[in-house]
Structures are given as C-alpha cells and as structure tokens.
C-alpha cells in the first residue's frame, strides 16, 4: 500500500483465498497506515520537505507529447534523427511511444528542455526533420550511395537502433570519407526470432552483440528495407521470400501486423 499522510495512492493485493472480508480489509489497510505513517515520520527526521531539485548525479525526466502520426519525424530514416537528437542535446535516451508520449533523459536539465522545445518546433507544422543542433537548421542527410542489398542474400548487421518495435540494422557500409550513410534497415519484433518477444531492447541487450545476421526480405509498400532475424535462424533460402514459397495462414508463428506508429516511423 502507497500514500502519504492524506490517503492512499495505490495499492496491489494478491490473494490465494477465493475473497476477503470487508472486516479483514480494514484491519489490513489500517496497519497499512500505521506502517506509512511511521516511515514518513523516520523520513521527516532526515529531511523535512522534498528538494526543490535533484542532484547533478541523478538523471532527469522530462515527458511530453506529440501528435502520434509526427513520431516519424522525431525518429527519423533508420533512427538518424533521433540519435542525433540524442548527441546534440547529450541526452542519457529519447523513448518514442507510439501514442505519441516522448520522454527525454538528461543529466542535464537544461539540455532536457532545449531537446524539449527543438522537438516540439520539430513536430510542428512548420517543424523541419533537417536535424537536431543547438539552435541551428542542418543540411538534408546524404543517402546511401553503395551498391543494393540482394534479397534474400544473409548480412551481418550492426545495431544502430533499438526501439520498442524492432531494431534498425546497417547492413552496408557507408563511404569510408564519411560523405555518404551507410544502408540501413528495420528489423520487426517479430521478426527477431522463432519465439514471441515482449521486450525488445531487453531481449538485444541479453545477447550481448553488436551486430545481428538478418536476411534482407525486400523493401516495404513504401520502399523502405525489411530485414529478418527470424529467416536466418529458420534457414530459409532466398526462393522462400521471393514469392516463390508463402507462409500458410495456418503458421503457428505469423508477423504481427505493424501500428499505425510504426509504419510512419519507417516511412518518415
């Protein structure tokens, strides 16, 4: 049970009878209260009131929210925006829900809200994607100028993006002068592994690598690159994705079909 000296905030009860008496509920709530009065009590020895602010060694949070349909813009081709986003305003992270809720992390407080208001303005109708920076308009990204990807040909990919609904990959490198990006991709959740994953950045951390083998399966309606984890570890063959070869509607495993969110990610 969670309150102050007022009243409850929240609680959680797991219980292993099939119910609880409104008289066994009110004895428990009461040594609740005892109890959180005595700890705020323990706690008001040792500080008064709540700091009026926190520590340099303890990160910030600041949350705001945005029009969902404009998240792509905030994420950028391949996660780029972001990053750099993230460098420019030296931002601990920068999570994008697909509802449109964003949260920044900073150290420094200040940065925060600088990264607050360029996304803000970023979002905006009159918003440009052209970059992050301190107060300064970037010139438009050079595109990948390599040779293309084959499909259904296996690369080893390095991580430079992780999000709640897959990870972005460059499969080929960019010019080694640093004129031109690499080509980079998205590989869905669901297409991670064989197996369901709930929690995509815990489930990459775990495997504790910087580069993934995916396949390259082609590019999107909206001509963005789709890779896949879950092909290598399957072992298809570049005749499986090509058409040739569909998976049945019966698949025990099928893709989840991508949110509103996520596909103007991709696009953006």
């Known amino acids: 049970v969670a309150g102050d000296r007022e009243g409850i905030t929240t609680f959680q009860l797991d219980i ?8 066994t509920m009110e004895r428990a709530l009461e040594q609740a209260r005892q109890g959180r009065i005595h700890i705020l009590e323990s706690m008001e020895k040792v500080l008064a009131k709540p700091r009026e602010s926190l520590p340099p060694t303890v990160p910030k949070m600041v949350t705001l929210t945005v029009p969902f349909e404009t998240i792509g813009k905030i994420i950028g081709p391949g996660g780029k925006q972001i990053r750099q986003i ?4 030296g931002l601990e992270s920068c999570n994008v829900n697909d509802d449109g809720v964003v949260q920044l992390g900073s150290y420094d407080l200040e940065k925060a809200k600088e990264a607050e208001e360029f996304i803000k303005l970023l979002t905006s109708s009159g918003g440009s994607s052209g ?36 990870v972005f990959l460059e499969i080929l490198p960019g010019a080694e002068d640093g004129s031109t990006p690499g080509c980079e991709g998205l590989c869905h959740i669901s297409q991670l592994a ?3 994953i709930r929690n995509c950045n815990g489930y990459v951390k775990s495997l504790g ?7 390259y399966m082609g590019t999107n309606d909206k001509g963005k690159i789709v890779l896949s984890r879950k092909a290598v570890l399957e072992g298809k063959k570049p005749g499986d994705i090509n058409g040739k070869k569909k998976e049945s509607s019966s698949d025990s495993n099928p893709q989840e079909p991508m949110s509103e969110g996520e596909l103007d990610v991709i696009a953006a």
Do not use: N, T, W
């Open 16 to 23: 292993k009878c099939e119910g609880l008496s409104l008289a």
């Open 86 to 89: 993230i460098e420019d305003f």
């Open 131 to 166: 970059g992050g920076g301190r107060g300064g308009r970037r010139e438009e990204r050079s595109q990948y100028a390599g040779p293309a990807p084959v499909e259904g040909e296996i690369y080893k990919g390095k991580i430079v993006g992780i999000h709640d609904f897959g």
């Open 194 to 196: 064989k197996d369901r």
């Open 209 to 215: 690598v910087e580069e993934l083998d995916v396949m």
